[in-house]
């Protein structure tokens, strides 16, 4: 007779689950994604919901029941202690580590494409944290760029913008950054320099 080990089985089929939901370095998309492209399965499930995180949340909810089974046998006293607690314990251990661990792979792709460059290479424009308000006092257009600077010294870069058309001059704004800075940098533009008040241009980066 086989015995089972709900700790080990747990972890697997848990991982099983995480992995679907991974966007691994290098890749543009999920690994659930790519396996469901491959295999022609349909993506959209009932009631426009994701069939690949329903299937990973599940996998991953079935994983964390064994974990808890296999818990509860080997600590039975901290599972009557802590029972009112599963609920969220559940919801942690489905929702978090797939944000966290995506994160943490984000992060390193970036360090690992900015860090091996010098000068302008290695500022990064961090555009979904970037955005334009509303006019000011005298009509103008502010932007707030965040840059981030991977290198291990300070330096200077220019933003060369490209304008509207019509416009022949290009706007230039100088920045200073210091060593692993990560910086906002507020750049005002009159409306008829714009293409649209609510993006920020499209602009270059020059050392």
Known sequence: MIKVSYHVLGSAV?????VLIL????????????????????????????????????IQFI????LVKWFTDKYPSYRKKYQYLEPFILMAAVILPSIGVNSLFKMGEEVYAYSGQSGAGAVQYVQEDSSCTERDKEG?????????????????????FELKEGITEE????????????KVVKVSFSPEELKNESEVPAFHIES
Not at 14 to 18: E, I, P, S
Not at 25 to 32: D, F, L
Not at 36 to 42: K, L, N, T
Not at 171 to 182: D, I
């Open 14 to 18: 848990y991982l099983v689950g995480l």
């Open 23 to 58: 966007t691994f370095p290098g890749q543009k998309s999920m690994v659930g994604i790519q396996l469901f492209e491959a295999y022609s399965w349909p993506s959209e499930g009932l009631f426009g919901l994701s069939n690949i995180w329903l299937l990973a949340v599940g």
């Open 171 to 182: 706007k230039v704004t100088t920045a200073y950054l210091q060593k692993h800075e990560r």
């Open 63 to 66: 994983g964390v029941l064994l």
């Open 140 to 160: 103008k257009v502010e932007c707030s760029i965040v840059l981030r600077n991977f290198e291990h010294h300070s330096q200077q870069i220019n933003l060369v």
